[in-house]
């Protein structure tokens, strides 16, 4: 099964942003967030409300539920923010941004994820923040 979540990982990225796969025992930090295998990971396309906001100790809940303590795979990009790797991360086939946002717990955020999450998100979230820095780039 970690062999087809790693090909299915390279598929889904760019090529060149494919930069690493990672596997290991999930600790969940927030709504958006986890460690794997001891490493920060921030999950990609995901607006998950804050700790301090309405909905981040639901959205950090139902990520715990879906994480702790698994073994969770991620495409990391390369990228990082704020001391964390950023990439797409799953639990068996199961993706787990993906699965935070259907459940109506976080948002889709477009600027990351190329829209890739818009069709799960849920009318419920439309109540929850959409930070800034989800919104495309203008040209």
Avoid: N
């Avoid at 690493?20 to 025992?25: N, R, V």
């Avoid at 991620?74 to 001391?83: D, F, I, P, S, V």
């Avoid at 999450?117 to 109540?127: D, W």
Wanted: include cysteine.
């Amino acid at each position: 099964m970690h062999v087809l979540l790693i090909i299915l990982a390279l598929v889904l990225l760019p090529h060149s942003a494919a930069a690493e796969t990672l596997h290991g025992h999930g600790k969940v930090t927030d709504g958006d967030t986890l460690r794997v295998g001891g490493v920060a990971v921030r999950l990609q396309g995901i607006a998950a409300p804050e700790m301090d906001e309405s909905g981040g100790s639901a959205a950090k809940a139902y990520l715990r539920e879906l994480a702790e303590g698994r073994t969770v795979v991620c495409a990391l990009t390369g990228e990082r923010t704020h001391g964390r790797r950023v990439g797409t991360c799953w639990v068996d086939s199961q993706d787990l941004a993906e699965a935070v946002i259907a459940a109506g717990l976080a948002r889709d955020c477009p600027r990351f994820s190329g829209g890739r999450y818009a069709g799960v998100e849920q009318p419920e979230a439309a109540e929850l923040p959409l930070p800034g820095y989800c919104r495309p780039r203008r040209r």
